[in-house]
Nanobody
Framework: VQLQASGGGLVQAGGSLSLSCAAS????????MGWFRQAPGKEREFVAA????????YYAGSLKGRFTISRDNAKNTVYLQMNGLKPEDTAVYYC????????????????????WGPGTLVTVSS
């Protein structure tokens, strides 16, 4: 699966951004999709994920209520709507795809994901 994220940019605190991640190369609906982010000097962290069936959604606890993940299988695209952005949300945001079968708890874990896009930078100014 090839993944390409877009939609990043500069936004003021309190603003919103919508990220998109377009997938190609394999059957998109066969994959759980996730968003991760990495701020300067920090480790990559889980943001949100959405399963291939259901779908079920998962969020980092601190982000639930502000971020919303969704997918459109017809467009082979996963989205991340980010509202009420804060300066601490500044990071490179990556989308990722996970195939196969694995424990549900692993959906929060970067190593579970098989394919990664190159990331899109989100900068939130105070």
């Amino acid at each position: 699966v090839q993944l390409q994220a877009s939609g990043g940019g500069l936004v003021q605190a309190g603003g919103s951004l919508s990220l998109s991640c377009a997938a190609s190369g394999r059957t998109f609906s066969n994959y759980d999709m996730g968003w991760f982010r990495q701020a300067p000097g920090k480790e990559r962290e889980f943001v949100a994920a959405l399963t291939r069936s259901g779908p079920n959604t998962y969020y980092a606890g601190s982000l639930k209520g502000r971020f919303t993940i969704s997918r459109d299988n017809a467009k082979n695209t996963v989205y991340l709507q980010m509202n009420g952005l804060k300066p601490e949300d500044t990071a490179v945001y990556y989308c990722a795809a996970a195939g196969g079968v694995y424990p549900a708890s692993d959906i929060y874990t970067a190593r579970r994901y098989d394919y990664w896009g190159p990331g899109t930078l989100v900068t939130v100014s105070s």
